[in-house]
């Protein structure tokens, strides 16, 4: 039987960059509330996904030549991206959403309009500054030394239509929801949201732009496009079928019974979130929690810092059990941590290798060894010297509860590994192998070992949130044992004739010298020059001959406005009409250098706007990086090649 609903949610990742090992850091400790919540016997539904619209990503998309879709699909679902990294670390949301899935932005487009029409959302004027030749706004923050960003020229006052939330008519009930209830975790989290953003002044919050296009439109305004964080906060409500149909589980799942996040946007989620919620006459969710950041060097991460940030190189050389594991047990879930590979190593070395991993295969090899695969009938019972060990093993899951309801994952796992240790201490007590010498003896070696499998049945199932497969792995071992909730409180559960498997060790000791060289080895770059990996898939070859390359003379090339990357260039293709090709190069080559030479372009991909101009296939350059920077070199080719020679 069910003992309820739960609904738990992680930040919906913006898919600007791959991933690191930070981002997994958050996603890794909900699934581990996911999964201890449903082994309690919850109904739980755990919801991940990716915000995919805003100006960042318009940009990197125009960087990389393609359609914001196309760069978001690619991070998404391509390889290597979101959803791979979720797979590959066992992450059991039940939901993905995505918001430019179609569902999600017609339902914003709607929760827009509503809050339009209850007043709380108004018209009203953008201030910011502007610069002329460029036509572009800017915020006083995005300036640099007080001018235009792309053009360094100077910038005047100006004012743009914008909409705005009235975030100020629910200063004091946010206040009072931070300050009077337990909505907001950490405590440490109220003191800053409110001394920091209420007290000084709730202003009303710009809640649309008309300076880039990729965003949900709002449909009765065209040319304005809903702010990206109110977009993306309702993830947590469309993604149950709020104001749309193709969802469903609002009734069952909202209010949501806890929002983890990192601690930068913990002021979205507990001022923001909840006052859009109280426009519209929502319930509330039930608590936000404000997550600490994983520091490298004292600093922020970024996947910029190579392979150390890696999960998926850190997966693939230490397992995704160990460090998942790790994640949660270094460091307190509320705080800061640095990340070192040094730490994780004797992480992995300590609890799992020396605790863990010797408890399981000490014990199972011993029951091997005496007994063969199953233990004997005739077991002692218990006496004195088995009390403190039984005690503890018996008090274990409340004292974990405790702890995991409070999100402390960190001190929850403390607690098993107390019993892990007292339990290995039990072994070297009664020294099983003297036991084992004299037969007559053979029925309290029984009992010990039988403590000891019981032991690390209750263990093992406690740490299945953090460790699903080695959970898994060791029930294999223990023949097959149940390890649901109830029986995780009762000392006995293990049939008395318990069958056991032997098998390898569940995590080798790791030679942190020899392995901090591996890492370090590998963090370095190969040479000074890196070039791009080889497409492993192959391409027929009637697809490639489809391509239509040609020589291509540049007629005229000019800089882009309002764009510091794209050149625009008029070309001679040999048809007779001037054929326009975009190309986002501005950044290696100047107008002037390319008139005249002969260049490779694609002809016959389908024309696409940018900038509102349309490009008509793209050149072909040379690109790899040298010594950390990006270099591109156009093709150019002899100029006795004339106009419109196809290259095959
Ligand atoms: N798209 C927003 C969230 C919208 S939720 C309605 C966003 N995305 S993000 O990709 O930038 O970050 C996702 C989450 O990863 C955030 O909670 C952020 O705090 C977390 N982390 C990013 N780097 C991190 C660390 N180094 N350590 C821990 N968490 C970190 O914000």
Not at 378 to 383: E, H, K, L, M, P
Not at 423 to 440: C, H, M, Q
Not at 599 to 615: D, F, Q
Request: aromatic content about 10%; proline content about 4%; charged content about 25%.
């Amino acid at each position: 039987m069910s003992k309820g609903n739960y609904y738990i949610t992680t930040p919906i990742y913006y898919p600007s960059a791959k991933l690191h090992i930070g981002h997994t850091y958050c996603t890794v400790a909900t699934d581990a509330m996911a999964r201890y919540k449903r082994l309690q016997g919850y109904n739980v539904c755990f919801l991940t996904g990716t915000d995919e619209h805003g100006q960042k990503i318009e940009d990197k998309a125009k960087e990389a030549g393609c359609t914001p879709q196309e760069y978001v699909d690619n991070i998404v679902l391509g390889e290597g991206g979101v959803l791979d990294l979720w797979k590959l670390m066992n992450i059991s949301n039940d939901r993905f959403i995505r918001t430019t899935d179609d569902y999600h932005v017609a339902a914003i487009q709607k929760i827009f309009k509503k809050m339009y029409e209850n007043g709380d959302i108004y018209k009203g004027k953008y201030t910011g500054k502007y610069c002329k030749p460029c036509e572009s706004f800017w915020t006083e923050s995005q300036l640099v030394d007080g001018k235009c960003p792309d053009c360094g020229r100077e910038v005047q006052d100006a004012e743009e239509e914008a909409y705005f939330f009235r975030l100020s008519k629910y200063a004091d009930r946010v206040q009072d929801l931070l300050e009077n209830t337990d909505f907001l975790e950490p405590r440490s989290r109220v003191h800053e949201m409110v001394n920091n953003f209420i007290k000084p002044g709730l202003e009303d919050l710009c809640v649309s732009r008309t300076s880039f296009s990729w965003g949900v439109p709002v449909d009765f305004d065209e040319g304005h496009v809903v702010y990206v964080w109110i977009d993306a906060l309702f993830n947590y409500m469309t993604a149950l079928g709020f104001c749309n149909d193709a969802k469903e589980g609002l009734e069952d799942f909202w209010p949501a019974d806890v929002h983890f996040v990192g601690k930068e946007i913990v002021r979205f989620h507990a001022i923001i979130w909840p006052a859009m919620l109280m426009s519209l006459g929502l319930p509330l969710p039930k608590k936000v929690y404000g997550h600490g950041w994983l520091l490298l060097d004292g600093g922020k991460m970024s996947k910029s810092k190579g392979n150390v940030v890696d999960p998926y190189i850190l997966a693939q050389r230490f397992g995704v059990d160990a460090l998942r594991f790790f994640l949660l047990r270094s460091f307190p879930f509320g705080s800061d941590g640095n990340f070192s590979n040094e730490l994780l190593i004797s992480t992995i070395n300590t609890d799992l290798a020396n605790d863990l991993g010797n408890l399981v295969s000490r014990t199972v090899a011993m029951a091997q060894k005496y007994f063969g695969e199953r233990l004997p009938a005739q077991q002692q019972v218990n006496i004195e010297m088995d009390k403190e060990l039984v005690e503890m093993v018996c008090t274990l899951r409340d004292k974990y509860e405790e702890q995991m309801e409070k999100y402390a994952f960190q001190n929850a796992l403390a607690e098993v590994f107390k019993v892990i240790s007292r339990a290995n201490k039990y072994i070297d007590e009664n020294a099983p192998w003297v036991l084992a010498k004299d037969e007559s003896n053979h029925p309290r070696l029984a009992k010990v070992l039988y403590n000891l499998l019981e032991t690390v049945r209750i263990c093992a199932g406690l740490l299945s949130p953090f460790m699903p497969a080695t959970a898994e792995e060791i029930a294999k071992r223990l023949g097959g044992v149940r390890m649901d909730w109830d029986s995780l409180e009762d000392f006995g559960v293990l049939p008395v004739q318990v069958a056991t498997v032997a098998g390898d060790a569940l995590f080798p000791r790791i030679d942190m010298e020899k392995e901090l060289a591996a890492l370090e080895e590998l963090s370095k770059p190969k040479s000074d020059i890196e070039i791009e990996p080889y497409a492993t898939e192959h391409v027929d070859f009637d697809t490639f001959c489809k391509s239509d390359f040609r020589a291509v003379k540049v007629k005229d090339c000019q800089p882009v406005k309002k764009s510091d990357k794209l050149l625009q260039f008029t070309l001679d293709d040999g048809t007779g009409t001037d054929r326009q090709i975009l190309s986002g190069i501005a950044k290696f080559y100047k107008p002037e250098e390319l008139i005249g030479k002969t260049l490779v372009a694609i002809t016959n991909l389908p024309p696409r706007k940018m900038m509102g101009k349309e490009s008509c296939g793209m050149l072909i350059s040379a690109v790899h990086t040298e010594k950390g920077e990006e270099k591109l070199h156009l093709l150019m080719v002899d100029d006795a090649i004339p106009a419109g020679a196809k290259l095959c």
